[in-house]
């Protein structure tokens, strides 16, 4: 195993030290999980339900599918949550390769004042990582196993007052879920305003590489390209 | 009859109008001068005035730059819409050479604005940008406040010494709004912050109101989104408002001078709603490990005439 390898399980062991809050999801880390109904009234579409993990991996390359947790998370005496967010590392890894080479020969998001050519790179740029990822489905980064793991690590930010408080921001510029493909690769639409995630909430999920971002929308995570304006994965009802 | 009635309507106006029209702050030669703007990408006839009279002010108040804290293009950001909610209402300060420092706000696309060169983001969402000796300014992203730019903002302050620290960004940290109200969990995580490293100004919009707050913990707060849109009524007085206008649109002008602010605030009539100054007492030592609060600005407040519209807080 790396050094790197080593730290970053170190910093998320550490991260992740004591007995997490218990988990009151409907997914069980060690269990298959079940697609989650949609909130009553509201029109999402979604691919196909989360995978059988021990059947398919992250397909978010060429690459031949990745077991459930990536192997370097799962070293041998490792906190089993730390373990799962170091999974969660390799996926973003993972993503941002494919990414790289993706947009390699697409027109660069530069400076300039002409801002159609900005939006066409950014409509380039997405086309891009569409095309190498054209058989990425809902839960090749957010696996069933670590949605599971963003609920304990989110459920001490959504309880109580603070809670309440994180809940009434989540409301309060978000777009209505309604207005949201919930699909892979699918555009963030143009005009919807970009949902302020609490401080408190992002603190205690993973850091993202830019320009990945996490969004909730509703009760459910999205995991953008912020520049790319492309859903690179999301899950439903997430915020209890 | 009835146009002598009509003049001397005009007449008794006068004095009111001339009043609000004074220039309030100092406008010393050497200091730094700037406006602030915000949630101003509308396109809308309000934005178009309150660009008007910042035109006009510049006149006589030559501020070398605009700050815009947020909501810089509300819809859609086609090339027509940066045309029609930037370019057009700012153009004779953009013909001028004015620079405008954009942060960002929920209806911001960050991509697209980031690498627009009139917003002077360089291609970051967050950003410090020092226009003389002393004097440095913050943008934040408050959409996503994520470690990687607490960290950022923590080393950037660490290493900006005796400066005025000048933050600007959407969501306020305070506010008596109604609608949104105080960003109390963004603020759990950037006060501490601020507080460590003795910012002394922060700017912010979200709410459509103009709302100058009491200092919090040593920090002078303005609310400033009411550059093109307004929320009528949606200012609650509170015990955090020291003044308050929710029923003008409005802009601000600035002055540093050594350890004085003075601001101004203005509305789209070009009326005068609010001015006063802020000291900063004390310099910054260059101690990262310090904690207790070295600067603490002194609001002093003098409102102006109160416009017929004002509504005081």
């Given at each position: ?9 170190a ?12 988990d009151r ?15 009553s ?18 397909q978010?390359?060429?690459?031949p ?16 949550h730390?373990?799962i ?6 996926r973003?890894d993972?993503?941002m ?8 020969d ?39 196993e ?28 978000a777009?209505?879920?309604?207005s949201?493909t ?17 401080a408190t ?20 995570l ?13 899950a ?5 | 009859m009835?146009?002598?009635?009509a003049?001397?309507?005009l ?31 509308t ?27 947020g ?45 627009y ?6 291609g ?50 305070y ?7 105080s960003?109390?969990?963004q ?6 912050v ?13 709410e ?47 002055e ?10 203005i509305?789209?009539?070009g ?22 609060q ?19 807080k």
């Amino acid at each position: 195993m790396k050094v790197s390898h080593l730290l970053t399980v170190a910093l998320l062991t550490a991260a992740c030290g004591g007995d997490p809050a218990p988990d009151r999801s409907n997914y069980d880390a060690s269990e298959p999980a079940a697609a989650p109904a949609a909130t009553s009234g509201e029109t999402i579409e979604t691919q196909t339900p989360a995978r059988e993990p021990a059947e398919k991996g992250p397909q978010i390359s060429s690459a031949p599918p990745a077991p459930l947790v990536a192997p370097a998370a799962r070293a041998k005496g490792v906190n089993p949550h730390a373990a799962i967010l170091a999974d969660f590392k390799e996926r973003v890894d993972a993503y941002m390769k494919v990414r790289k080479d993706a947009i390699k020969d697409a027109p660069k998001l530069k400076e300039t004042t002409d801002t159609a050519k900005l939006k066409a790179a950014q409509d380039g740029m997405a086309v891009h990582i569409r095309a190498a990822r054209q058989n990425a489905q809902q839960g090749d980064v957010l696996t069933p196993e670590i949605v599971a793991q963003f609920r304990r690590l989110l459920y001490p930010e959504l309880k109580g007052d603070d809670g309440r408080d994180a809940k009434e921001i989540l409301k309060d510029d978000a777009p209505s879920p309604q207005s949201i493909t919930f699909k892979v690769n699918a555009k963030y639409p143009d005009n919807a305003p970009v949902p302020t995630v609490p401080a408190t909430l992002l603190l205690n999920l993973p850091t993202l590489p830019e320009p990945l971002q996490y969004k909730i929308i509703g009760k459910h995570l999205l995991l953008l390209d912020e520049e790319a304006d492309v859903i690179v994965d999301y899950a439903l009802n997430v915020i209890r | 009859m009835r146009r002598l009635l009509a003049i001397v309507v005009l007449l008794a106006g006068l004095p009111l109008s001339i009043g609000g029209q004074e220039l309030r702050v100092p406008n010393k030669p050497d200091s730094v001068k700037f406006a602030v703007i915000g949630d101003s990408g509308t396109g809308s006839s309000s934005q178009r005035a309150v660009g008007k009279e910042l035109a006009t002010w510049r006149t006589r108040f030559p501020f070398e730059f605009v700050v815009m804290v947020g909501d810089n293009l509300y819809g859609s950001e086609r090339p027509g819409d940066f045309q029609k909610k930037f370019e057009i209402p700012y153009k004779p300060l953009l013909d001028a050479k004015v620079k405008f420092y954009a942060a960002l706000g929920n209806h911001d696309d960050a991509a697209i604005q980031k690498n627009y060169p009139l917003f002077n983001m360089n291609g970051e969402r967050f950003y410090s940008f020092k226009p003389k000796d002393g004097v440095r300014f913050f943008a934040l992203d408050s959409n996503y406040v994520d470690k990687t730019q607490l960290d950022w903002l923590d080393k950037q302050l660490a290493a900006s010494g005796s400066e005025w620290k000048i933050m600007f960004f959407h969501h306020p940290l305070y506010s008596s709004g109604e609608t949104h109200g105080s960003a109390e969990l963004q603020r759990e995580v950037l006060e501490p912050v601020f507080v460590k490293h003795g910012v002394n100004l922060v700017l912010t919009g979200h709410e459509h109101f103009y709302e100058r707050l009491k200092p919090q913990k040593g920090i002078q707060y303005f609310i400033i989104g009411s550059s093109a849109k307004l929320r009528k009524g949606d200012l609650a007085k509170s015990e955090l408002t020291l003044y308050g206008n929710d029923r003008e649109y409005a802009f601000m002008l600035m002055e540093i001078d050594g350890d004085e602010l003075f601001f101004q605030t203005i509305n789209e009539k070009g009326q005068t709603i609010d001015a006063g100054s802020i000291r900063r007492v004390g310099k910054v030592e260059p101690a990262p490990s310090r904690t207790t609060q070295p600067v603490i600005p002194q609001a002093k407040p003098t409102p102006a005439q109160p416009g017929p519209r004002q509504q005081g807080k």
